[in-house]
């Protein structure tokens, strides 16, 4: 079903409000008042929008360590993230759990972990116990193109598909590894393929447009309940925040650093969030459906709402 | 549970868990061939889950398997995955350590998840497998483990925690699966979470037996009664250190301490014992613990040799 107007307007907000916070949060890291370590997700706001937008009540959501805009969007506000940062009692886990492993139970966050690969079964565990309780319900598990590299991603692929489990494994693609590309550390996977030998249907989100990977998103979350099947989905994201050291004899343009967690130094927090004029940011995406200066008024409202949301 | 008739150890920890297993509401029982063939050797034969549950010949994915019994502890449900061997438990380590803390730490699910592994300590089996480290497992996360080793422990063990809310490790022996299962008849303790067991009571000397020793540490305490000796015989069934006030009110009546520990490990449980009891001013202490030999990677025996008349003259010399 195509999005209508005003539902096009309040998706772009979610896609403004989890930039603009994790601006917020940049800051607040770059200040140095950050008691844990944050792996931002500039960029990954429009899969995250639409994974939030596709979840109904009872289903589960499995993120990696870098799940802020998970969190955010389950959650619909920044403070007790932040606060959870700052380890404080009011943090959206009292200060239990931190940024990696970050939790929101009642909004199906059940599981997070920092171990690659450790989410895969356990996802595939959620999905058995929803189904012989009889729920209509989908567990998505979010993987990234390392964790993907370990053994228990195709173990719990081929325990899904064999015990016909409603799971989605969804898998953040940003070609990084911390600082490796995948071109310096393996041969190509051809995600499709492995999909398709184990019978698991395969779809490619890219461009970050929300407004088209929602209405994607529903049909795979619809299908994988329906025929009891899990279904891969891979998403090509950058991690926006990278940059270039000053140039030396060995890199005379500057050696290029990957953002991979900590504070992005060239990220700067501003009225107007858009950080490349590209497809790898969603924000930039968002300027393709709606009107440049409305995107702009929009983002000032968001921006004096989380100003005095944490303040 | 009502008891069962006396019988081999095997029969009698198979028998024990059909029970437990067909008693249970929504029980999801899984592993590698558990409901085929041999049925692991014997260990699952016969299971039967109720209908709201269901058995599960899993594929042969360690680390998954046990990462996907987390995933349906914390969706509220109870599982059960028994394993062939503990080695198989390896690739599992790090859903044991960091799924298992996550668990503990930020949820509260009244969900269910017990690992039955059987402890190859058969020996003869070469370098492709020889750990009998069950305490190692338990110790890198802290994680409750029990061993079975008799007739009255196997009832009481999976009577207490089995497809109980939380999560713990029940392993039982390979060495013992044909002899005749140990009745200690009527314990003078027993713990209530079933850490450990008093099942003689007496003044002359007190042993102690840890991992799968218990079968050593009985017949330890027969040879001694042969001569007159009353010995007290505790078993830590527990896989790390507890509370050990109960054994060391004991050994300060008996002043005369015996410690069996059959792990391979480097760093045995009994050690947490032997330090607190050594300020005691024992008049006497034996430490007995399987010694790696130099051909320990080649298939050879597992089994500890015991001189237990030895022992007991060095208990009774003055």
New interface residues.
Partial sequence: MPTSISNKKKIAEEVVRLRISQMFVNEEYKAKRLKVSVHLALGYEAIAVAVNETMERGD?LLPSHRNIAYNLARAGKLQPILDEYYLKPTGI?AA??GSM?M?N?EMGI??????L??????????????K??GKKNVTIVIVGDGSMEE??YY??M??AR??ELPVIFLIENNEWSMSTRIDQRRSPIDVSLLSKSMDIRYELLQGNDPFSYIEKFKDVREYSIENNMPVCVEVKVATLGERRLPSTQEFPEGEFINYHAGPAPEVFLNEWPMIKESEEDPVFVLTKHIEQSVLKEDARRQFAILQKEIS | MEDVKPHKYLEHVNETLRKAVGAEEGLVVFGQNVSAGSRISGFTKGFVVKESGVIINSTNTENSLVGFGFGIMIGGGKSALFMKQLDFLFLGIDQLVNTYNIIRNSTHTKGSFTILPVIVDMGYEGPQSSSNNFADFCSIARIDGYAITNKYDVVKIIATHFAKPGFRIISVSQRMYKDEIIDPGKPIITDKDMKFVQYKDGADVTIVSFNFSFPYAWQLALEAEKVGMKPSVWNVNYMTPVDWKSILENIKITKKLVVLDDSKSENLSCFSLLAEARGLNLEKDIFIKREMRADWLNPVSDAIDINYEAVIRELAAQ
Avoid: D
């Avoid at chain 1, 690969?117 to 929803?130: D, I, K, Y």
């Fill in positions: 589960n886990n239990h759990s492993n939790l139970p059940v599981y997070t972990s920092s171990i690969g450790n989410a895969f079964p356990v996802a595939t565990g959620l999905a058995l116990s929803a012989r309780r053994g228990s173990e719990s081929l325990m064999s015990m």
